[in-house]
């Protein structure tokens, strides 16, 4: 496989550091556009020399005026001239058929198709003709792309049988194309920002996992047969077939992948997720939370309950950093009757035997039966009391990584702040 761009060194940039997060490997390049334009030059001449290939003049105006003439529907042929574009000739009779793996043969009659210009005034070649070069030069077997570039087959296709005649690519064989269908929101909409994360960019910074998003990516448009979710790079490889990808557009669909990056993420050694969330961590802006000793704990405490990184310190940052400030949750669970609940729990945590979960549940759930009330009247005041808000890891596990100093300490702050 290789990789080719024409784009800003900073789009190149962007798509290297997307790919290898995405841990995707590559051939040979990235080959840029700019780098050959020695041999675009050398092709362009070939195909003037040869006849294949003409300058003119023609502007949009000229190209109206000759289909009003001749027919909306008839390719627009024009006339060599000195200097000006240089225009790929077209063939008057025959088709060019584009034989794609995905949606079969796509015929292009010659009749209807305009001769293309393949290069600017100034000699500067345009895409088209670029691309085709390229794939004979490095004898390109395959060409995968989205199925916005069916219409731009064609073109190359006849560039490529342009150059092979004038014997730049000797006996080259031109790629195999399989367009795919272009990726939509759940509203059946094409993807776009307002449907969330858009790009490889924005699902590295949302918290997910490389291999979450490969496994999900290759699924979309195609299917195992067998309604497999959960598969490695290794069977996706050894399973995925391009002529069993579909025609119609897939969805992309952000709550799916969610879901699938949680099962990554339940399924990693704890060690490796610590690992995985330090560095997020500190991406994004705590990274002092790692060198807590309390990390690894809050990280094995949260795993079950995290479906991406992003999800770990809205849960479990209270319990390292401080409490968060919530009015609501303190309004809600901290009124009279809260803070009469949280005074209990504070004497009842303060003699108890041990400070481990089994010996802080059998504390709160006493305190629970005792009042006759759901264990949620008494967790959620404690919950709010040592981190501020009504979401945590559970209660035990957090009162145990706190620790009984620190969870006296916060639930005296919370009896003060009344």
């Not at 990274?287 to 990184?309: C, N, W, Y």
Request: proline fraction near 5%; aromatic fraction near 6%.
């Amino acid at each position: 496989m290789r990789v080719r761009f024409a784009s800003s060194p900073e789009n190149v940039a962007q798509i290297i550091d997307s790919l290898r997060w995405l841990e995707l490997d590559w051939d040979e390049g990235p080959i840029l556009q700019s780098e050959r334009s020695g041999r675009h030059h050398e092709a362009l001449q070939a195909l003037l020399e040869s006849g294949h290939a003409y300058h003119c003049n023609a502007t949009a105006e000229d190209v109206k005026a000759y289909k009003r003439r001749h027919g909306a529907e008839r390719g627009f042929r024009g006339e060599p001239e000195a200097g000006g574009a240089v225009r790929l000739r077209v063939p008057e009779a025959g088709a060019t058929v584009v034989h794609d793996l995905i949606r079969g043969e796509t015929r292009f009659e010659h009749v209807h198709l305009d001769d293309p210009v393949i290069a600017r005034a100034d000699g500067s070649v345009l895409y088209n003709f670029a691309v085709a070069i390229d794939d004979l030069d490095a004898r390109i077997t395959h060409v995968v792309r989205g199925e916005d570039h069916l219409s731009n087959t064609p073109k190359q296709l006849l560039v490529l049988e342009a150059a092979t005649a004038t014997g730049l690519g000797g006996q080259a064989q031109a790629p195999l194309y399989a367009h795919l269908p272009l990726l939509h929101g759940p509203d059946g909409r094409k993807l776009s920002k307002r449907h969330g994360a858009a790009s490889l960019a924005d699902l590295r910074e949302a918290g997910y996992l490389p291999e979450a998003v490969r496994n999900y990516l290759a699924l979309l448009g195609w299917g195992t047969g067998d309604d497999s979710t959960v598969l490695s790079t290794e069977e996706l490889v050894a399973r995925f077939e391009l002529e069993h990808v579909s025609r119609n557009p897939a969805r992309f669909d952000e709550v799916k992948l969610r879901w699938l990056n949680g099962v990554y993420i339940r399924a990693l050694p704890t060690g490796e997720l610590t690992a995985r969330l330090a560095a997020f961590l500190q991406h994004s802006g705590h990274p002092a939370a790692a060198e807590d000793e309390r990390f690894p704990g809050a990280v094995a405490m949260s795993q079950e309950k995290i479906h991406t990184l992003a999800d770990f310190w809205p849960l479990a940052g209270p319990l390292l950093d401080g409490l968060r400030e919530d009015p609501k949750a303190r309004e809600r669970w901290l009124g009279e009757a809260g803070r009469a609940t949280l005074e209990e729990v504070r004497e009842a945590l303060a003699r108890a035997d041990g400070f481990d979960e089994g010996s802080i549940g059998a504390a709160l759930r006493a305190i629970a039966e005792r009042r006759g009330v759901k264990p949620g009247e008494v967790y959620q005041p404690l919950r709010v009391a040592i981190s501020g808000t009504t979401v945590s890891p559970g209660i035990f596990e957090s009162v145990a990584l706190l620790g009984r100093e620190e969870t006296l300490r916060r639930i005296d702050a919370a009896l003060r702040a009344g």
